[in-house]
């Protein structure tokens, strides 16, 4: 066994802006967004003053959740059937072209209101294919353990410009007027899209049949199953349920809170909204700095019992001065939740799904933005102090269920690093007793990865030919980092867990099962293994040598699947790997890029 090179320190926490995508995406983000602050909060403005309503109000933010219930899906669907660089272009452009029509809807006293809130509703519409379609990119864009730093950064450019936008807008409120807010947003959208537009190409696989309802809707369940069906993702959105909903109601309540509760003015309340972003972008500093201290779940707990506490203190304020402190603080833990929540979001998704299981992770969380907007009604019959300090008291039930929530609890996390540690003084996978594979085995993975079952009988044979099947014991080391490799693994039976080694433990822990596979980069590639796995349970593995797996890439819908994890997780393998697979034969890779038997169904990866 080849000794395993030592643990690679986390790069600096500026590494990712050598990488030129990342820093025009940055950009692109740091500008737009400060537009798009603009128009929310001068839209907020116009309403209060036209209506002085809470309520209404809280409609110019609900029609903006609305449309991720009507396209939100199905715009998940389209991110992952085409060019994702593409979509962020043209939505940067059209949504220029909307915000720039509300500056004019605006001056016309007979259809202001209702128009206004058209044009709210066909920008998010918009919106709901530039969301998923971005998110989707980071990982592609910066390596695993870059993600942290890479959506802090974003993050920062986010809610900084942020800040720079509420502020103006409050200006922009009380002097030239705000028309303006919106005509300086639609600059920032045609911006944003010269950036993206300088960016590299990351075409996706070609799609799977072409866009019929039935493959449409196919998509869709899958997308929606992988968000219900995949622990860690189902206890991020419960945990997050409860953060929604205070979020939204708390969206809708500062407004009325700081104008008439506090009797501040409105360029303090921009003045505070701008602080609150202030505070995110020193925790997302903070983050690209410390994130690797503790495990993302850790930083989730940290980060909801933070804002819970800083939340019922704002409720509790009596003048602007003390409140301002209190959000700008909430704003520094809030960092830390979603900093953390992208990077599991990211981490646990397949590359080619991402499109649909973010866009449905999306619209579950508008709907529950959109009941607690629809809560913040009640604040024209109930005291305002009352609903905020209600709404910060459910970040409290978040922080106490991720502690259990599967994937995502102190013990499930714990237990995975105890594992892949004990594992190192555990039985290698070579010292267990082995049997050669049969056609029965070859039938329990087509039942798992359907793929497979497009092989010919004569193509199955000679892919079990030389296959052996292991009955793996609980604890056992399965593959070890550096190791050398002339095989991949397929699970049959049984869970996984695989981590790379760092200096203070385990990073980028994940879970695989049935129907999983692993090790097919060092396979296919010749190089080190780059991972380390361990068996969580009794597990039943097929070990399949590196020739059988390359003939079977002849088959398109194999070569798809093989092809979009080994590009996932090269992405995701540490800096110090990646000269190692610089010296791959580059004819081997293009003929695994090339199906022989079926040419005009090529892959664009």
Not at 94 to 121: C, K
Not at 190 to 204: D, K, Q, T
Not at 500 to 523: H, K, W
Request: hydrophobic content about 50%; charged content about 15%.
């Amino acid at each position: 066994m080849a000794s395993a090179p030592a643990p690679t320190p986390a790069p600096p926490m500026f590494a990712v802006f050598g990488r030129r995508d990342f820093s025009l995406l940055w950009v692109a983000q740091l500008v737009s967004t400060a537009g798009s602050s603009l128009t929310d909060l001068a839209a907020g403005i116009f309403v209060w003053r036209a209506t002085g309503s809470a309520l209404a109000v809280g409609l110019t933010l609900m029609v903006t959740a609305v449309p991720s219930l009507v396209v939100g899906l199905l715009a998940g669907v389209y991110v992952d059937r085409h060019d994702r660089k593409r979509i962020l272009i043209w939505t940067c452009l059209i949504q220029g072209v909307i915000v720039s029509m509300i500056a004019v809807v605006i001056g016309i006293e007979t259809i202001a209101l209702p128009g206004l809130y058209l044009l709210l509703l066909l920008n998010a519409g918009v919106k709901q294919f530039f969301d998923p379609a971005h998110d989707s990119l980071i990982p592609e864009i910066a390596s695993d353990e870059e993600l942290a730093a890479a959506n802090s950064f974003l993050s920062i450019a986010s809610f900084g410009s942020t800040a720079i936008g509420f502020a103006g807008a409050g200006l922009l409120a009380g002097s030239v007027g705000l028309q303006w807010a919106f005509i300086i947003d639609a600059g920032t959208f045609v911006f944003s899209a010269v950036c993206i537009s300088l960016m590299g190409r990351y075409p996706m696989p070609q799609p799977e049949g072409a866009a019929s309802t039935a493959v449409i809707l196919a998509n869709l369940k899958s997308g929606l199953s992988m968000l219900v069906g995949t622990p860690i993702i189902r206890s991020l959105f419960v945990v997050g349920a409860f953060m929604f909903f205070s979020f939204g109601l708390w969206n809708v309540l500062l407004l009325p809170f700081t104008l008439k509760i506090l009797e501040a003015t409105e360029f303090q309340y921009g003045l505070q909204e701008g602080l609150t972003s202030v505070g995110f972008v020193l925790g997302s500093f903070f983050m690209a700095r410390f994130s690797s201290r503790l495990p993302e779940p850790v930083w989730v707990i940290v980060a909801m019992t933070g804002m819970g506490i800083s939340g019922v203190l704002y409720g509790l304020s009596t003048s602007i001065g003390p409140a301002i402190l209190f959000v700008t603080v909430s704003g520094f833990f809030n960092s830390q939740s979603s900093v953390a929540r992208s990077v599991l979001l990211q981490r646990n998704t397949p590359r080619e799904m991402r499109g649909r299981v973010f866009s449905a992770f999306y619209v579950m969380r508008d709907i529950i933005f959109l009941l607690g907007m629809a809560g913040a009604g009640l604040a024209d019959l109930v005291d305002i102090r009352l609903l905020i300090v209600a709404a910060s008291s459910l970040l409290f039930v978040s922080a106490a269920f991720t502690f259990v929530a599967p994937g995502l609890g102190v013990s499930t996390w714990r237990a995975a690093t105890a594992r892949l540690r004990g594992a190192e003084a555990a039985p290698a996978l070579g010292t267990l007793p082995v049997r050669a594979a049969t056609l029965a085995d070859f039938d329990r993975l087509a039942v798992r990865l359907g793929a497979f079952a497009r092989l010919s009988p004569e193509q199955r044979a000679s892919f079990i030919h030389d296959a052996t099947v292991h009955d793996v014991p609980a604890g056992t080391r399965i593959i070890e980092h550096g190791d050398a490799a002339t095989a991949a693994f397929f699970i049959l039976e049984g869970t996984t867990t695989a981590g790379v080694p760092v200096d203070d433990g385990y990073r980028g822990l994940s879970t695989m099962t049935s129907g999983d596979f692993f090790g097919e980069i060092a396979a296919l590639t010749g190089s080190l293994r780059t991972a380390d796995v361990v068996a969580d349970v009794d597990t039943v593995l097929l070990e399949v040598p590196a020739e059988a797996l390359r003939a079977t890439m002849v088959v398109p819908e194999i070569q798809r699947v093989v092809l979009s994890a080994m590009t996932s997780r090269i992405q995701r393998t540490q800096a110090a790997d990646l000269p190692r697979l610089a010296g791959i034969d580059q004819a081997n890779l293009r003929d695994l890029r090339t199906p022989r038997a079926v040419a005009d169904e090529r892959p664009t990866t």
